[in-house]
């Protein structure tokens, strides 16, 4: 299948968002920006379109999708939020949306089963892109990254094409993602205590952020047949080369006559690795000043770069632990995990 890439005009957003509404109407799928990594997206309501999203992402299918929608009113076609929650929930999204955080709730029967694992719960959220709010205003799409599964995620249409070209009709570049993190998600509930927020997946909306609204507490547990919050998954966003992730308990020592690569937060200070080794390719995460909110934009651009530069093995610092900081060691901790395969 050849891919389409057609770069977003900005000055006719209609035109962009029709060229995707034609195919997903038709039940294809298609690879569009979102504000914090590129999603593959189909119709919502479509099971069998939503089926080859599972199938081209070669996704397990206990791994949920979120449904992005266009129009806060539109939640209701799609959860059903239930009356103690719903203070809470119009604050949530009130305040975020359209934004990076994906608000778990109770699912319609209507959307198909597939979307959501089987879960009784929905993942929604409303971009803040002009492409996929556009696209999501007209018809709900369900979009998970567009990478294949556990693969590092995409954060521009190139990235894109080099995960999926080939097996889609059409990639919309919207350019580079602002956030370059997936969504935060939380879980409202009730519990015997209160209200909290049940944190689903660290992400551009810091946990220190959410704790105005509710406690901010631990998902529960999950079983290993039944997911509770599937973005949990151990191995996540992994490069081809096998890496080490450096938090406080690692410490590095070289092998003999291995090649190493370096992703370092900003190349320099106490805690950096980057004057310790020879290093045979190093990239820096926020070569700035050292922001974690440029640090997130460019943490899978630099991996892509380093699992490019054909090293044997990749070296991650961690970084700070605050705010989104915590997103970011979160996938590069997954990124160990899954690499090397
Ligand atoms: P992706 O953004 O590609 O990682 O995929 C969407 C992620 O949303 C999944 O991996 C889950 O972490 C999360 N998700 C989607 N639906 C649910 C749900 N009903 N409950 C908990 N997490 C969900
Ligand atoms: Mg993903």
Request: net charge negative.
């Amino acid at each position: 299948m050849d891919t389409k890439l057609v770069v977003a005009d900005f000055e006719d957003w209609r035109q962009t968002v029709d060229e995707a509404i034609a195919l997903l109407e038709q039940g294809e799928v298609v690879a569009l920006p979102t504000e914090t990594v590129y999603g593959l997206a189909a119709d919502a309501f479509n099971a069998e379109a939503v089926a080859k999203v599972f199938e081209i992402k070669e996704r397990p299918s206990f791994d949920p999708l979120i449904v992005h929608i266009g129009h806060k009113r539109d939640l209701e076609k799609v959860a059903m939020v239930p009356e103690e929650l719903d203070e809470l929930v119009d604050e949530l999204i009130e305040a975020y949306w359209p934004g990076p955080l994906t608000l778990v709730l109770p699912k319609r029967p209507e959307v198909p089963d597939i979307v959501t694992s089987g879960l009784d719960t929905v993942a929604v959220r409303i971009s803040a892109h002009e492409v996929m709010r556009g696209v999501s205003r007209q018809m709900p799409v369900a979009a998970p990254s567009a990478n294949r599964f556990g693969r590092i995620s995409p954060t521009s249409a190139q990235a894109v094409i080099e995960e999926l070209g080939g097996k889609i009709p059409l990639v919309i570049d919207g350019g580079a993602c602002r956030d370059g993190v997936e969504s935060t998600i939380v879980a409202p509930a009730m519990e015997e205590k209160g209200l909290v927020l049940r944190m689903m997946r660290p992400g551009p909306i810091p946990k220190e952020d959410l704790r105005k609204f509710a406690k901010v507490v631990k998902p529960k547990k999950t079983k290993a047949d039944h997911i509770e919050s599937p973005g949990q998954i151990e191995s996540h966003y992994a490069p081809t080369t096998p890496m080490i992730f450096m938090d406080k308990k690692v410490t590095f020592e070289p092998e003999e006559g291995k090649s190493y690569g370096l992703l370092s937060y900003r190349g320099e200070g106490n805690a950096s690795l980057v004057e310790k080794h020879d290093w045979d390719a190093i990239e820096m995460m926020s070569p700035g000043k050292g922001k974690l909110a440029e640090g997130a934009v460019r943490l899978f651009y630099c991996l892509r770069a380093l699992d490019a530069a054909g090293v044997d093995v990749i070296v991650a610092e961690a970084v700070s632990e605050t705010g989104i900081g915590v997103a970011i060691n979160d996938r590069l901790r997954r990124a160990s995990v899954g690499s090397g395969k």
